[in-house]
């Protein structure tokens, strides 16, 4: 018997199913997911599973006898190869199931260098999936060379955890500076003198020419510039992209990933999706975020919809990043700001983002309570005063009066 179907067996699909549960939805219920496991963390994958401070089995979200118990037909290492909009159904290989209602949940693609520039040597890395992670953890050995092509947050942490283990680590980042897409110079300044006090090398406004190896190993970078950095491997962290080709190549409408409208429905009434796959309309842009608390928020936003709620998705955007004894909290989004306020208290440190007088997002480096006062300003679309946020003698609480 036909009942909802979801394609995409990560942290979206496995929020996505078990809301369904929990509001009561007591239909046949599929997830389907392409790699051998059950959904599973992502973060601690470029972290604590990369440095061996997590087993496998605690990556798990939920161990696997939830979903017989909750009556979820869980699929895995299974590749949807095709979606018929009209007939409801898709196709596994030779096997076929047909759905009243779809979710998509497809993530997201790593980006690769192209194979001219080197991305296809066996000793350069990507960093997306559990088996991207066990195949590169037996490069990170004391001594050794790493060479990280991009400094955005994943190959910074990708950096971090080679320097923790003893390796000599370059970042080459085309842009003027790291985190350049994403925050602000003054956070971009305390990454860079983070990394440096750790011995991380960090060459910012030098892009790359190629990656060359012999047996596709012991390989030399060769940047714009003319020099050569040595290396023993590479990580790739120049972004993802999303996941819509199933999508694309069923019709559906694509825009900035597979387009949905406040509720999270696509262009076709029975197919719906979220996570980082999916954009939505939010302050007058199609969006998308890449991040795990909008893949659940989402997910379970389009679950409620998926049975008749009808609420419009209005996210507070937050993000975090943990790098050596650092932990980044990120509450909004710094885009389009003409102003950043700094505030600083012992190893807690804090920036603030204000477009036009309006008050955007906070990056938050070992200061919950600045993370957690800023959400709470975004939630209730409350601007501080500038002038008071920038005097060190007022205390954060009492922005809020």
């Known amino acids: 018997m036909a009942g909802i179907v979801v394609v995409g067996a990560g ?27 059950p959904p599973y963390q992502r973060p601690p994958l470029s972290k604590a599973y ?54 998509l949940t497809t993530g997201a693609i790593p980006r690769r260098l192209p194979a001219a520039m080197g991305g296809d040597l066996a000793g350069v890395h990507t960093v997306r999936t559990l088996a991207d992670v066990d195949r590169m953890a037996p490069e990170f ?31 080459i980042e085309a842009a003027p500076r790291i985190l350049q897409r994403v925050a602000a110079a003054e956070t971009s300044d305390y990454m860079r ?9 960090l060459l910012e406004g030098t892009p790359l020419e190629r990656l060359e190896g012999r047996d596709g190993r012991d390989i030399a970078a060769h940047l714009a510039d003319g020099r050569v950095i040595a290396a023993d491997f590479v990580v790739c962290g120049i972004g993802i992209t999303p996941d819509d080709a199933l999508a694309q190549a069923a019709g559906l409408t694509i825009d900035n990933g597979i387009a949905t409208n406040a509720q999270g429905r696509t262009s076709d009434p029975h197919v719906w999706a979220a996570g980082d796959c999916a954009s939505f309309p939010w302050r007058g842009e199609q969006m998308r975020l890449e991040s795990v608390q909008n893949a659940i928020d989402q997910a ?38 003409d102003r950043v306020i700094v505030r600083e208290s012992g190893s807690a440190r804090s920036h603030w983002y204000f477009g036009g007088g ?19 300003l975004l939630t209730q679309r409350r601007s501080p005063d500038p002038a008071r946020l920038a005097d060190p003698a007022v205390d954060l609480k009492d922005l809020l009066r």
Not at 54 to 79: K, V
Not at 92 to 100: A, F, I, K, S
Not at 364 to 371: G, I, L, Y
């Open 50 to 103: 990369l440095l061996g401070e997590m087993d496998m089995e605690r990556l798990f979200l939920r161990p696997e006898s939830y979903y017989t118990e909750q009556g979820i037909t869980l699929i895995t290492d299974a590749a949807v190869t095709a979606l018929d909009p009209a007939r409801r159904q898709i196709r596994m290989g030779d096997q076929t199931l047909d759905y009243e209602q779809l979710a």
């Open 300 to 337: 379970e936003c389009v679950a409620a919809n998926m049975l008749g709620a009808d609420q419009p998705y209005d996210p507070v955007p937050w993000f975090w990043s943990d790098q050596y004894d650092m932990k980044l909290q990120i509450a909004g989004l710094g885009t389009g700001h």
């Open 358 to 376: 309006t008050f955007l997002a906070v990056d938050a480096m070992n200061d919950p309570r600045a993370f957690m006062l800023g959400k709470r």
């Open 141 to 171: 050995v004391a001594g050794r060379r790493m060479v990280v092509i991009g400094g955005g947050y994943i190959g910074l942490e990708a950096a971090a955890v080679g320097a923790k283990r003893g390796l000599a680590v370059t970042v």
């Open 11 to 37: 942290q979206a699909g496995a929020a996505l199913v078990a809301k369904l549960r929990a509001l009561g939805h007591d239909g046949p219920l599929t997830l389907i997911g392409a790699e051998p496991v």
């Open 193 to 201: 003198q983070l990394h440096a006090g750790q011995g991380v090398t």
